[in-house]
């Protein structure tokens, strides 16, 4: 069977690998041969993302640079990019308010609307969907396998598996720990089977410290990500 991933690039860095940095060098077509069921090749991985900002952090689109150009090595894996957003806005406050880090205590009473920074990611999950059921209609794949928990997806997953008739696999970042159900009850609900990304696959998918590149310059793991 021919397989195509479909990475919801943010939605697995919230889920996953933000808290978990040692497992952010992912090498993602390995980690797709090592999720698909036995007689089915992967023909292709699909990376939805978008170029970080270094507003908040300004070392981050170094290392997000650094990741692309290790996938760039995999002749498989294509990165698709949508608009990351940053703005600073007016925004209404909780009541009683909470806050980070965890006991800080605010001046009583708490203010009404407080000025935050607000990051927001455009166009990955149009992207993804779009390009899930074209590839459907245009035969391109006889599986799907789509790394998300985001419920804009079910609609064009519920188009691939019960108009076009293709499995589609709903690839879960991480087994629930709270009360959100992962994946989402109506991803399960449209997807022909799913799978659960343990620490175990992450860390056997990881890039070596250092890849290397035919004549071009090495690509060294960013040293935070260990």
């Known amino acids: 069977m021919r397989a195509i991933f479909y990475i919801d690039g943010f939605n697995f860095y919230y889920l996953r690998t933000k808290k978990q940095p040692q497992f952010k060098w992912l090498n993602m077509k ?3 041969d090592l999720i698909v069921q036995s007689g089915t090749t992967v023909d292709k991985v699909n990376y939805y993302t978008a170029p970080v900002s270094g507003k908040i952090d300004d070392d981050a ?3 997000q640079q650094k990741l692309f150009a290790a996938l760039r090595t995999e002749p498989k894996i294509s990165i698709h990019n949508g608009r990351f957003l940053y703005a600073e806005k007016w925004a209404g406050l909780v009541q009683p308010p909470r806050a980070k ?3 800080y205590v605010w001046n ?3 203010p009404a609307v407080v000025y935050v920074t ?4 455009k166009g990955s999950d149009v992207n993804l969907g779009v390009h899930l059921v074209r590839d459907a209609f245009v035969n391109a794949f006889d599986v799907a396998y789509v790394i998300t ?3 804009d997806l079910v609609e064009p997953i519920r188009i691939v598996t019960q108009e ?3 499995q589609v696999c709903i690839v879960a970042p991480c087994r629930s720990r709270s009360s959100r159900p992962i994946p989402s009850p109506s991803l399960e609900a449209v997807a022909s089977f799913k799978h659960y990304i343990d620490d175990a696959e992450l860390a056997a998918c990881q890039f070596p410290p250092v ?3 035919a004549g071009r310059k090495d690509i060294e793991r960013p040293a935070t990500w260990v």
């Open 30 to 32: 390995a980690l797709a």
């Open 61 to 63: 689109p170094r290392r």
């Open 108 to 110: 009583m009473p708490a």
């Open 149 to 151: 928990n985001d419920t």
């Open 164 to 166: 076009v008739g293709k």
């Open 211 to 213: 890849v290397k590149r």
């Open 101 to 103: 880090p965890d006991g």
């Open 118 to 121: 607000k990051t927001e990611e």
